[in-house]
Nanobody, 123 residues
């Protein structure tokens, strides 16, 4: 069983930056993917950014040019030029080798989830 844990959330003013981190215990495999999702109050959870084990990255249109996903032994989400609409609970998710594939930013693709870290952007 893989466990996933996020850290790095907090409060920031609009235009500021935050970096989220995520660690997954256990080996996910050479074709695994990891991703960041977010859920704002009253809204559905949405995919923000995802990255393959080989470094291919995918972004939601709403964050392109502002957010950067990267990984070494830790998954990161560098968030710049933050807006109030980025306020949400951010979740890290992991898909191991052989898992279901419904698209890089589809939550059904991911088997393991963290508990979330809150990001609040004030205008």
């Amino acid at each position: 069983q893989v466990q996933v844990a996020e850290s790095g959330g907090g409060s920031v003013q609009a235009g500021g930056s935050l970096r989220l981190s995520c660690v997954a215990s256990g080996y996910l495999g050479s074709t695994s993917w990891m991703a960041w999702f977010r859920q704002a109050p009253g809204k559905e959870r949405e995919g923000v950014a995802a990255i393959s084990n080989t470094g291919s990255a995918v972004y939601a249109d709403s964050v392109k040019g502002r957010f950067t996903v990267s990984k070494d032994h830790t998954l990161y989400l560098q968030m710049n030029s933050l807006k109030s609409e980025d306020t949400a609970m951010y979740y890290c998710a992991a898909r191991p080798d052989g898992g279901m594939w419904q698209g890089a930013l589809n939550e059904r693709t991911y088997r393991y989830w963290g508990q979330g870290t809150q990001v609040t952007v004030s205008s």
